[in-house]
């Protein structure tokens, strides 16, 4: 009797704690190329960091999981969001906690990010959206949280015009995509070198994003914990991670 007490206060226990989040993050193949795709809802704890409690810049996964952790949660995954200076400054527009960083860039100008279209990543209090950086210039979008990078991959259901199907650029790339009503948004990184075009019809044709943003690419990175996956290398910028309650 004691023993079905114990077993049954431990079960009482466990009920009662917050759950942990799914694994968001699996691996997939298209067009025979290996991706790693992490899914997020819009009811879940996803953010930006830029700077740790300190003022210095976050820079690494490791920094980032120790200060989540400082607030009692876990951090699900996390991945590098955006194009930066060498002082890890955002390129361009960058919102933290309803706060302005960095402004909006809506001019042309040389490499990724300077090759329009290029967009924003907004994560607001009903969901999320990737918007072209003219059109979120014109305004009506609040955003608790956002990033803008370039160039876009999918812009109103239709491939950037000037990626090329035969293109021989190739880099390790990732980027987000978002579902038709925002509720839904997927990060990938590709895990072995791809084109712009390659990377832009995965968003198209296997998650049906009428829009896309590319993030980077070279340091792309990916902290998935759950995959036991931890990328390193060069200090990032903008880092977007899911957080949740630790079990």
């Not at 879940?44 to 830029?50: A, I, K, S, T, V």
């Not at 490791?62 to 200060?67: F, G, I, V, Y």
């Not at 712009?196 to 198209?204: A, K, Q, S, V």
Request: with cysteine; net charge negative.
């Amino acid at each position: 009797m004691k023993t079905a007490t114990i077993e049954a206060a431990f079960l009482a226990l466990w009920l009662a704690a917050p759950a942990a989040a799914a694994e968001p993050c699996r691996d997939v193949s298209f067009e025979e190329t290996p991706y790693t795709i992490c899914t997020v809802s819009a009811d879940e704890d996803l953010r930006l960091w830029l700077t740790g409690p300190d003022g210095r810049p976050m820079g690494s996964f490791d920094r980032l999981r120790e200060t989540v952790e400082g607030e009692g949660k876990a951090l699900v995954f996390a991945m590098n969001a955006g194009m930066y200076h060498p002082d890890r400054r955002p390129v361009g527009l960058y919102v933290e906690d309803g706060g302005e960083v960095a402004p909006l860039v809506t001019s042309a100008g040389p490499g990724n990010f300077g090759m329009l279209p290029n967009g924003v990543f907004c994560i607001s209090g009903t969901g999320f959206a990737v918007i072209e950086s003219r059109t979120f210039a014109s305004g009506g979008t609040q955003c608790r949280h956002a990033t803008q990078s370039g160039p876009m991959l999918v812009i109103g259901g239709e491939l950037h015009p000037r990626f090329l199907p035969d293109s021989d650029s190739r880099y390790i790339r990732n980027g987000v995509g978002v579902s038709p009503d925002g509720q839904t948004a997927y990060f990938a990184i590709a895990d072995r070198p791809v084109t712009f075009h390659e990377f832009g019809r995965l968003f198209r044709d296997e998650f049906d994003a009428p829009n896309a943003l590319y993030f980077d690419g070279k340091i792309s990175r990916l902290y998935a914990p759950g995959l036991d996956r931890h990328d390193t290398g060069f200090p990032m910028g903008p880092i977007v991670g899911l957080v949740a309650a630790s079990r």
